[in-house]
C-alpha cells in the first residue's frame, strides 16, 4: 500500500482535441478524482489541442511522434511506432507514472508494450463493448458503424487495455439512446457528453484507489 495521502500519477494519452483530457483535469479539480492526478499528457500529433488543455491546466504536455514519415529533426533517431514506443516507456519510468489513460489515442499500442504494463492502463471507446468495437473501429467510424447497422441503443465502455484492441476487462458502461435524426458526428457528441466524459473520470479515480490501496 502506497503512503497515506499519496496520489497516483497518471498519464493521459491523446491524438487530437482533447475533450475527453478536459473531462479528466475538470474531474480533479472538482474531487471526482482524488487517489490521483494527472501529471502527464503525450500526444501523438504535434498540434493536438488536448497539449493546449494540459499547458493551460499547469500539466506537462509533450508531443511525441508516432510515425517515421512525421519525424522532426529532434527525433530523425526515432524508428517510427517502436521509437515513441521506447521513449513513453522512458517518459513512464522517469515519471514514476503508475496509470496510463488512452483518451482519443488514435493508435494501437503493441502487445510488447501492453504486457509491460498490466492492469495499468485504461481506455474509453465509444460503444457498448462487445458491440462495434476492435482493429479499424474508432473516432467517428463507430457512430457511422452504429448507424449503419440501424441500433436503437450505443454509449461508451472504459476498459483495461491487453494485448487485443479492445479486448480487456470491462471497468465501467453506460448506455446513449440513439434518435432518428441523429448524423454520425451528433451522436458522437450525445455519446461524448452522456457517457464518455462521466464514465472515463469514475472509472480513472477507481483503478486509482485500487492501485492505491494494493488491490490490483
Not at 493508435?107 to 495499468?120: A, G
Not at 476498459?159 to 432518428?180: M, R, S, T, W
Request: aromatic fraction near 6%; charged fraction near 25%.
Amino acid at each position: 500500500m502506497l503512503e497515506q495521502n499519496k496520489k497516483i500519477k497518471i498519464a493521459v494519452l491523446i491524438s487530437g482535441g482533447g475533450t475527453n483530457l478536459q473531462a479528466l483535469i475538470d474531474a480533479e479539480k472538482s474531487g471526482i478524482i482524488k487517489s490521483g492526478e494527472i501529471s502527464l499528457v503525450i500526444s501523438s500529433k504535434e498540434d493536438a489541442y488536448g497539449l493546449k488543455r494540459a499547458e493551460n491546466a499547469g500539466i506537462r504536455g509533450i508531443y511525441l511522434p508516432s510515425s517515421k514519415e512525421r519525424m522532426p529533426k529532434e527525433f530523425k533517431g526515432f524508428k517510427g511506432f517502436k521509437g515513441f514506443e521506447d521513449e513513453l516507456s522512458n517518459l513512464i519510468k522517469e515519471n514514476n507514472i503508475e496509470l496510463i489513460v488512452l483518451a482519443g489515442f488514435m493508435k494501437i499500442l503493441s502487445e510488447e508494450f501492453v504486457k509491460k504494463y498490466p492492469n495499468r492502463i485504461i481506455n474509453v471507446h465509444p460503444s457498448l463493448i462487445p458491440s462495434f468495437c476492435g482493429k479499424g473501429a474508432y473516432g467517428l467510424k463507430v457512430h457511422e458503424m452504429a448507424l449503419n447497422y440501424g441500433v436503437k441503443v450505443t454509449g461508451a465502455t472504459v476498459h483495461f487495455v491487453n494485448e487485443i484492441p479492445d479486448g480487456g476487462e470491462i471497468l465501467l458502461q453506460k448506455a446513449v439512446y440513439v434518435e432518428d435524426d441523429d448524423t454520425p458526428e451528433i451522436l458522437q457528441k450525445r455519446v461524448m457528453q452522456e457517457a464518455e466524459w462521466i464514465l472515463l473520470p469514475k472509472a480513472v479515480e477507481m483503478v486509482s484507489k485500487k492501485i492505491m490501496e494494493g488491490e490490483i
